[in-house]
């Protein structure tokens, strides 16, 4: 496995600008995951693919918030006029497909400061 | 509902002692857990995992973990902390059906002394 990544590590943006931050899941996986980190907090879940499909979103995505994963391989998430409650490191994970394969495996996330 | 909590948000210890990391967990049906670590300005790493099998975990690094159900815990444990077990640590929860996303308790930092 050539594991997880992400890009960029660090971006630093100014309040009401966009942002998009790309993940690369380990190649045989179909599920895919975004977490958000907050300081001093364990991740938060904020989204689900399986395959291309978004299956499942967090009450925690707000309508600034949109991912996809286009062809089932990468993924994208964008924040729309970020705001300073924005800032915090956004951990992408994948996981393989079949029963009994409940591990995720983490990227070394994206950390985003919102000035 | 499921929530994970994790006492104690730091836990010191001297290098060469027992690390006890202590995670509870509520879940209505029977649970997979999961311990992570996570170095500074890393993602997370998987130390160990229950799914329903032994009771008894074994990790990487010398960790291992109990699942006890009457106690609703799945303490973390090491018999002989090193320096480089400093780190965060994260208790993980998925409820054995849906898309088994993860809930994460709010982390214990262990510090190791010398």
């Known amino acids: 496995d050539t594991g997880v990544s992400q890009n960029p590590r660090h971006k630093i943006t100014k309040r009401g600008q966009n942002v998009t931050f790309r993940c690369d899941p380990i190649s045989e996986h179909n599920r895919l995951y975004w977490y958000r980190q907050t300081l001093g907090q364990g991740p938060e879940f904020l989204t689900y693919?399986?395959?291309?499909?978004?299956?499942?979103k967090s009450r925690l995505l707000s309508d600034r918030f949109s991912a996809e994963r286009p062809k089932g391989s990468f993924s994208t998430l964008e924040i729309q006029r970020t705001e300073q409650g924005d800032s915090a490191m956004y951990l992408c994970a994948s996981r393989r497909k079949g029963q009994g394969s409940y591990e995720q495996y983490f990227g070394p996330g994206t950390r985003l400061t919102v000035t | 509902a499921q929530s994970v909590t994790q006492l104690g948000s730091h836990v010191s210890v001297s290098e060469g002692a027992l690390v006890l990391l202590r995670c509870n967990y509520s879940?209505?049906?029977?649970?997979?857990l999961f311990w992570y670590v996570q170095y500074p300005n890393q993602g997370l790493q998987l130390l160990l995992k229950y799914t329903s099998a032994a009771t008894l975990v074994k990790g990487i690094n010398g960790f291992e973990a109990e699942f006890k159900k009457s106690e609703t815990s799945f303490h973390l444990t090491k018999p002989s902390a090193h320096m480089s077990d400093a780190a965060e640590y994260f208790c993980a929860v998925i409820m054995n059906s849906g898309y088994s996303t993860l809930t994460f308790g709010k982390g214990t930092m262990l510090l190791v002394s010398p």
């Open positions: 693919f399986q395959n291309e499909a978004q299956l499942e």
């Open positions: 879940s209505s049906v029977p649970p997979y």
